[in-house]
Nanobody, 123 residues
């Protein structure tokens, strides 16, 4: 079993930055793919970024160049640095973990989820 706890959400003006963190406990963190998804009101949950157990990173086109995902194996933590935020980035952001392989963009491939943290970007 893996428990994920997110932090770092909040309210920011367009163009600003936020840093989300997710601390994992339980199963071996180093063998898990770690992703961030987001869900805006009235919309489906969508992939934002992932860092694989081997260190590869992938991003959704909508966040590429603005968001950076990283992980600290010693602290069992994955971080999402979000820069140049836009109002359309407003959503609840979820940390997810699992052995997803090439299906990293599919939420159903992830076995574990955090409770979510709200990010609101104002104009």
């Amino acid at each position: 079993q893996v428990r994920l706890v997110e932090s770092g959400g909040g309210l920011v003006q367009a163009g600003g930055s936020l840093r989300l963190s997710c601390v994992a406990s339980g199963r071996a963190f180093s063998r898990l793919d770690m992703g961030w998804f987001r869900q805006a009101p009235g919309k489906e949950r969508e992939f934002a970024a992932v860092t694989s157990w081997s260190g590869r990173t992938y991003y959704a086109d909508s966040v590429k160049g603005r968001f950076t995902i990283s992980r600290d194996f010693a602290k069992n933590t994955v971080t999402l640095q979000m820069n140049s935020l836009k109002p359309e980035d407003t959503a609840v952001y979820y940390c997810a973990a699992g052995g997803v392989g090439s299906n990293y963009y599919t939420s159903s491939q992830y076995s574990y989820w955090g409770q979510g943290t709200q990010v609101t970007v104002s104009t």
